[in-house]
C-alpha cells in the first residue's frame, strides 16, 4: 500500500502562492496525509525522486521569472544529467499563479508541469492556471482544482478500512500563540523605557537581491486639486544594485498609524483583552508548520500588527471559515459558511472584492465571531504583508531609484 505521505512545496514571491498552499496543506489533513509545506528552496530536492505525491504551488513575476525561492529548487531541475525517467515513482500536481495580461502567462508552471514529465513524473491533474484577471480572483481555478486533487488521491490510495474523511481539518490553525505573563514582559524588555520605537520586524532577515534604503525624496507630482494623488519617490540608491528596463522594485510595507489605532480600538469594543503592549510567543505544533524565522521569538503585538499582519486586505475564503469556526451566532455563522464555500464565492466577490472590503471592516461586520477570536485564529486570519510591486521609474543611467506609486 502506498504509504499516505504528501508532499507541498511553494514558490511565491508575493505570498499568495503560499497561502493556497497551506490551504492544500490543511486541508490534506481531512483525508489522513502526512508531509510536509515549505518553500521549493527548503526542500532538498534530491529527496524528490522517493516522493510518492507531491503538489507544486507557483507564481509568476516578471517577464516570465519563477519567484526567488524556487530558483535553486529549479535550476537544479534543468540539470542535464538527470535521468528521463528519475521521477518515475512520482505522481504531482501544479498549481500555477498568472496574470494574463502579461504574455508569459503563468509561464512558471507550466515549464515546471512540463519539466517535470520530462524526468518521468505522472501528472495527477492537468496544470491549474489561475488567473488574477478573473472576475472570482484566483479562486475560480483554484477551488475546483483542489477538489479534483482529492478526487484523484483518493482514488490512487484509498482510505483504509475504518478510516474516514473527516468533515474538517484537525489542524485548525497554523500555530499555538501565548501571551506571556507580566514578568515575562519585563525580562523581554531591552531598556526601562521598552521595545524602540522603530522596531525592525525584518531587520536580520536576509532575502535574496534584498537591501534595506532610505527615502530621499516623496513628492506629489499631480496639482493639488487633481482627485488622484500620485507620487514620485526617490530612494537612496545602493550601488550594489542594478536593473534593467522592465524591472521592479519590491517594497514592503507596514501598516498605517490610523490602521492599528481602529485595529485595538475593535479589540476593546468587542472585550477583547489586547493591548500593543502585549507580548506573545508564536510556536509551532509541530514540524509540518513550522514558524516563520522572524516570528519566533517573543514579540510585543503592535510590532505584530503593524509589520506582518496586513490589515488592509481584502480577505479570502479562509478568513471567513475562520470567523464561521469562532462563531456561535446562527444568522452570523450561516453567512460566513456561504462566503468560505464554492458555492458562495459569487456573493464573496460581490460583498469583499468590488467594495474592496478590508478585513478590519469584516470584524466590525460581524461582532459575534469578532468577539470569539482568539490569538490563534488571528494569525490565521490576518494575512502576512506582503511585498508590493512597483515598475522602476528611472533610467538606470541617471544612477537614481525612484518609484511612481498611485
Not at 22 to 27: N, V, Y
Not at 55 to 65: A, D, F, L, M, R
Not at 131 to 156: C, K, N, T
Request: hydrophobic share 40%; with cysteine.
Amino acid at each position: 500500500m502506498l504509504e499516505r505521505k504528501l508532499t507541498i512545496l511553494y514558490g511565491s514571491q508575493s505570498g499568495t502562492a503560499q497561502d493556497l498552499a497551506e490551504q492544500i496543506w490543511r486541508e490534506s489533513k481531512m483525508y489522513h496525509f502526512r508531509g510536509n509545506v515549505l518553500p521549493m528552496d527548503e526542500y532538498d530536492v534530491s529527496e524528490l525522486i522517493s516522493e510518492r505525491f507531491v503538489v507544486c504551488v507557483c507564481s509568476t513575476y516578471g517577464q516570465g521569472e519563477e519567484p526567488d525561492n524556487m530558483k535553486r529548487f529549479w535550476k537544479f531541475l534543468l540539470r542535464k544529467s538527470l535521468p528521463t525517467d528519475s521521477l518515475r515513482q512520482v505522481h504531482f500536481g501544479v498549481l500555477g499563479l498568472g496574470d494574463s495580461r502579461y504574455p508569459k502567462f503563468n509561464y512558471v508552471a507550466k515549464k515546471l508541469h512540463k519539466r517535470l514529465v520530462q524526468l518521468g513524473g505522472t501528472s495527477l491533474l492537468p496544470v491549474g492556471l489561475c488567473d488574477d484577471q478573473h472576475d472570482l480572483g484566483y479562486g475560480a481555478v483554484f477551488l475546483p482544482w483542489i477538489s479534483q486533487l482529492w478526487e484523484e488521491l483518493v482514488r490512487i490510495v484509498p482510505l483504509p478500512a475504518g478510516l474516514y474523511k473527516l468533515n474538517e481539518s484537525p489542524r485548525e490553525f497554523r500555530w499555538k500563540v501565548d501571551i506571556l505573563p507580566a514578568i515575562g514582559v519585563d525580562r523581554l524588555q531591552p531598556t526601562i523605557g521598552g521595545w524602540p520605537t522603530h522596531y525592525d520586524l525584518y531587520a536580520e532577515l536576509q532575502m535574496p537581491n534584498g537591501f534595506q534604503t532610505m527615502v530621499r525624496e516623496n513628492r506629489r507630482t499631480t496639482a493639488l486639486d487633481h482627485f488622484q494623488d500620485v507620487r514620485l519617490i526617490t530612494f537612496e540608491k545602493n550601488p550594489s544594485i542594478g536593473w534593467s528596463p522592465g524591472d521592479v522594485l519590491y517594497v514592503r510595507p507596514r501598516n498605517s498609524p490610523e490602521s492599528l489605532d481602529r485595529l485595538f480600538e475593535l479589540f476593546q469594543e468587542h472585550g477583547i483583552n489586547l493591548q500593543r503592549d502585549t507580548v506573545v510567543h508564536v510556536k509551532a505544533i509541530d514540524s509540518e508548520m513550522p514558524v516563520p524565522s522572524i516570528l519566533r521569538k517573543p514579540l510585543p503585538l503592535g510590532v505584530i500588527a503593524e509589520q506582518f499582519w496586513d490589515l488592509t486586505a481584502i480577505p479570502r475564503a479562509r478568513a471567513f471559515a475562520v470567523l464561521a469556526k469562532c462563531c456561535n451566532n446562527e444568522l452570523e455563522h450561516e453567512k460566513l459558511t456561504e462566503f468560505s464555500s464554492i458555492e458562495g464565492q459569487e456573493e464573496l466577490f460581490s460583498y469583499a472584492n468590488r467594495p474592496r472590503r478590508t478585513i478590519v471592516e469584516v470584524l466590525q461586520d460581524f461582532p459575534h465571531a469578532t468577539r470569539a477570536l482568539s490569538l490563534d485564529a488571528m494569525f490565521e486570519l490576518f494575512q502576512p504583508i506582503k511585498p508590493r510591486a512597483f515598475s522602476i521609474a528611472s533610467a538606470v543611467a541617471s544612477n537614481t531609484l525612484q518609484i511612481l506609486v498611485a
